[in-house]
């Protein structure tokens, strides 16, 4: 099994930047994709972005250019650095991790609220 646990949400003003960080426990394989979800209030839940070990990045065309996601294996940590932030920002983020194949598992955080305030 694996836990993530998000932190680094809050409030913050439009035009503003958050860094928000997740942390896995458990055994993490090189397989194992990143990644950052968010859900607005009515809103289903939507990818941010996702991160593989060995450094690939796809993102939601809504965030390109505004976040950065990254990831430190040795301390099975991914980032999201979220700049020039917008009130549509403003969601509940959850980091996800995801294996493919036969052990297949998705696993995800207890979310962080992000609000931006315009």
């Known amino acids: 099994q694996v836990q993530l646990v998000e932190s680094g949400g809050g409030l913050v003003r439009a035009g503003g930047s958050l860094r928000l960080s997740c942390a896995a426990s458990?055994?993490?394989?090189?397989?194992?994709?990143l990644g950052w979800y968010r859900q607005a209030p009515g809103k289903q839940r939507e990818l941010v972005a996702t991160?593989?070990?060995?450094?690939?990045?796809n993102y939601a065309d809504s965030v390109k250019g505004r976040f950065t996601i990254s990831r430190d294996n040795a301390k099975n940590t991914v980032y999201l650095q979220m700049n020039s932030l917008k009130p549509e920002d403003t969601a509940v983020y959850y980091c996800?991790?995801?294996?493919?194949?036969?052990?297949?598992?998705?696993?995800w955080g207890q979310g962080t609220q992000v609000t931006v305030s315009s």
């Open positions: 996800n991790l995801y294996r493919g194949g036969v052990a297949r598992l998705s696993s």
């Open positions: 458990g055994t993490i394989f090189s397989i194992d994709i």
């Open positions: 991160i593989t070990s060995g450094g690939s990045t």
